[in-house]
């Protein structure tokens, strides 16, 4: 597994649980890492199949961060089979019980050559020690992750949905609505079909947060975007909202977080459950 891959599944621990009451009293383990147990939970380790939510930090031997990803705990799917083959780092985890706070040292080449099985790169120092602060949140079936995802996934397109209607009535803007919970509003109806899913279309459009007032992205002053409708090329919103619009049409999108960029958000430009405003001009549809 590339560093990029366990970067991608782990996020970063309380800050306040972990460092706060370290000491020196690490144990050795026969797997290759030493450990310290920061706080003890009452949960059980992860069973095979679950779905183990994690937050991570890890640091150098100098205290230096390498990585923290900020925001909630991120799902990694138990697999005790493949875990047992994965290095030190993996076995540590196996150990880790629910509600568990835990520090963990493993030396760099071997967390590289095992865990990661990558180069350990120019900028560590492979005799060096990486230390990790691991806090488990919460393991869960499949089954309960996925109904997890699907009642706040609902209740987020619920909120998206009252947000936009209250900020289109505080404006006066009376715009139409879709099933999905896209909102828009057509200020100059162009001429033909509108555009459907395969065809080519030209567009210019300016990106805004929805209470935002500087664009986050243009194209106003360059040449427009092309692309294929319906393709997943763009997002969701786009996909959907350029479908009401004739070539020669301009208009306004209201776009949900849920058919933008979601929880995740995009580019540390756009936030997480960011709800999107485009003003767009369909310049030709092919």
């Not at 939970?41 to 990585?67: M, R, W």
């Not at 849920?258 to 767009?280: T, W």
């Given at each position: 597994?590339?560093?990029?891959?366990?970067?991608?599944?782990?996020?970063?621990?309380?800050?306040?649980?972990?460092?706060?009451?370290?000491?020196?009293?690490?144990?050795?383990?026969?797997?290759?890492?030493?450990?310290?147990?920061?706080?003890?939970?009452?949960?059980?380790?992860?069973?095979?199949?679950?779905?183990?939510?994690?937050?991570?930090?890890?640091?150098?031997?100098?205290?230096?961060?390498?990585?923290?990803?900020?925001?909630?705990?991120?799902?990694?799917?138990?697999?005790?089979?493949?875990?047992?083959?994965?290095?030190?780092?993996?076995?540590?985890?196996?150990?880790?019980?629910?509600?568990?706070?835990?520090?963990?040292?493993?030396?760099?080449?071997?967390?590289?050559?095992?865990?990661?099985?990558?180069?350990?790169?120019?900028?560590?120092?492979?005799?060096?020690?990486?230390?990790?602060?691991?806090?488990?949140?919460?393991?869960?079936?499949?089954?309960?992750?996925?109904?997890?995802?699907?009642?706040?996934?609902?209740?987020?397109?619920?909120?998206?949905?009252?947000?936009?209607?209250?900020?289109?009535?505080?404006?006066?803007?009376?715009?139409?609505?879709?099933?999905?919970?896209?909102?828009?509003?057509?200020?100059t109806e162009g001429a033909g079909a509108n555009a459907v899913a395969g065809q080519q279309v030209t567009v210019h459009y300016t990106g805004i947060l929805l209470e935002g007032t500087e664009p986050f992205d243009s194209s106003i002053g360059k040449d427009p975007i092309q692309f294929?409708?319906?393709?997943?090329?763009?997002?969701?919103?786009?996909?959907?909202?350029?479908?009401?619009?004739?070539?020669?049409?301009?208009?306004?999108?209201?776009?949900?977080?849920?058919?933008?960029?979601?929880?995740?958000?995009?580019?540390?430009?756009?936030?997480?459950?960011?709800?999107?405003?485009?003003?767009?001009?369909?310049?030709?549809?092919?």
């Open positions: 597994m590339q560093l990029k891959s366990i970067i991608t599944v782990i996020a970063i621990v309380a800050a306040g649980s972990l460092y706060g009451c370290q000491t020196d009293k690490f144990k050795e383990s026969p797997d290759g890492y030493k450990y310290q147990i920061v706080r003890e939970g009452t949960g059980e380790t992860p069973k095979n199949g679950e779905v183990a939510y994690y937050h991570i930090v890890y640091k150098n031997e100098k205290d230096s961060l390498i990585f923290e990803t900020k925001g909630e705990a991120v799902p990694i799917p138990c697999d005790t089979a493949q875990w047992s083959t994965m290095g030190a780092l993996y076995k540590a985890l196996a150990t880790v019980k629910e509600g568990d706070s835990i520090i963990v040292k493993i030396p760099t080449k071997t967390l590289f050559d095992e865990s990661f099985r990558a180069q350990v790169p120019p900028s560590l120092n492979p005799e060096g020690e990486i230390t990790f602060y691991i806090g488990a949140q919460k393991y869960m079936s499949q089954e309960d992750m996925m109904s997890e995802m699907m009642k706040k996934s609902e209740e987020q397109i619920t909120k998206d949905k009252e947000t936009i209607d209250s900020y289109l009535q505080k404006n006066g803007i009376t715009a139409q609505s879709t099933e999905s919970g896209l909102r828009y509003v057509i200020t294929v409708l319906g393709q997943g090329m763009v997002i969701p919103g786009w996909d959907e909202g350029l479908t009401l619009l004739k070539a020669g049409s301009k208009g306004t999108l209201y776009i949900p977080s849920s058919l933008a960029y979601g929880e995740r958000g995009a580019g540390g430009v756009i936030p997480p459950n960011a709800i999107l405003k485009f003003d767009v001009e369909m310049v030709k549809i092919e």
